[in-house]
């Protein structure tokens, strides 16, 4: 980095860009990588170097960095309408397209869209909706969300107190009457003799004493992510879903789910609350609804809670909320190109045909002397480093032992994520099994370095 002249990408960003999630230490001492462009699943940076980018972007660039279709699609709506919102009862016809494709590819029969500009804010305004719903209702006192230990739903004041945990400190967060009930990770939460079924069994009576502790009619809705993707990839344990729903349902609590990660296939269907059985009420979208393209974020009401809504909310005039490029007509162009790109160019089906050779060499890889567990679905997948396979004990936190396999993973020119003590890969969709095979070569490579310069 030193090396670099003063008037460098790298200087110049150093001395102008404020980053977030980077580890700040690491930044001065290697510096940013600044890219220019990106060709299928690789990216390069401003030298020319070229980086195949195992985590999608941030999960969301399935289609790859320079998807033509998309990039058409961008350049004829531009020309079209480039911009417009959806206050006052005005919005774009393509925005009106898109409301109606998403209900027809969401679980719901028929429902209903609202937009934002991501994740976060998508999920901060389901729980205002839910707020909002239940103060009509003549409940005001329903105001307690429920998420889980290691959940992320987002960064705003609100979806960070959803998210469990780790991210609030900084902030004195979560806000009150955010609650965190049981995290579904069986390795490590199960307890020695349960089968995953009874772990699964036990967290929802822990959920139920929750409920009842608090007093079912303070609890204004519950969100679980399918596949929890930040705290580290847990898919649900077995029957986890099952057991939990009709506990929300005997306390008629609504059920949303946070698909910013899992929706539009990267658990290998559709839905990942279709995958794991979570009927929920409403979903949260994001990510991947413009294959990364353009920051958008939906929630898809389904029609009873959307039916709910509209039923309280007849006295009153409207919904006082919304952002100002929500439901934008260049970002709704997207989406709905994004959506024809998934099914007609057979991207759904690639992430199926794909899927088995990433678990394969997923689970090879938590052969590893030094890996716990090796977890997936689809293709998303994370290895957990750990000191010892049978006690689970982790290694010393100041051995940074993600992060070192990350960085010397970047050197080599393969992007990788590293999450607590676990290092996490989600391909974009378009990978082929030789781009996997590469991907994992590269890390058994990087692993085998690592762990030798630590002296393990
Ligand atoms: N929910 C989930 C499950 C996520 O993974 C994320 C982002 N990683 C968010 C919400 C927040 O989305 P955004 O970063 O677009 O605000």
Sequence with gaps: MNKLSANSWEHRDMDNVFHGFTDLGTLKSNGPVVLTHGEGIHVFDVHGKSYMDANSGLWNNVAGFNHQGL??????????????????????????????????????????????????EANDTMVKMLWMLHRRNGQPQRRKIITRLNAYHGVTAVSASMTG?????????????????????????????????????????????????????????????????????????????EAIRPILRKYDIPFIADEVICGFGRTGEMWGSGKYNMEPDAIIASKCITAGYFPMGAIILGKDLSDELARVSEQAEEFPHGFTAGGNPLGSAIALKALEVLEEEGLLENVN????????????????????????????????????KSTKEALPGDLQISERIANKALEKGLICRPLGAAIVLGPPFIVTTEQIDEMFDILEETMSDVFADVGL
């Design 71 to 120: 990039i058409d699609t961008i350049c004829t709506q531009a020309r079209r309408f480039p911009g417009y919102h959806a206050f006052f009862g005005r919005i774009a016809d393509t925005t009106v397209a898109l409301s109606e494709k998403l209900v027809e590819v969401s679980p719901f029969a028929e429902g209903k869209v609202y937009y934002t500009n991501s994740g976060s």
């Design 165 to 241: 945990k780790a991210y609030n400190a900084e902030f004195g967060l979560p806000l009150p009457g955010f609650l965190h009930a049981d995290c579904p990770h069986y390795w490590r939460f199960g307890l020695e003799g349960e089968s995953e079924l009874e772990f699964s069994q036990r967290l929802a009576r822990n959920l139920e004493e929750l409920i009842i502790k608090e007093g079912p009619d303070t609890i204004a809705g519950m969100f679980a992510e399918p596949v929890m993707g930040a705290g580290g990839v847990i898919p649900p344990s077995e029957g986890y879903f």
């Design 353 to 388: 045909r794909v899927s088995p050779r990433f678990m394969e060499r997923l689970h090879k890889l938590g052969e590893h002397k030094y890996a716990g567990e090796a977890r997936g679905v689809g293709l998303m997948g994370a290895v957990e480093l750990v000191a010892d």
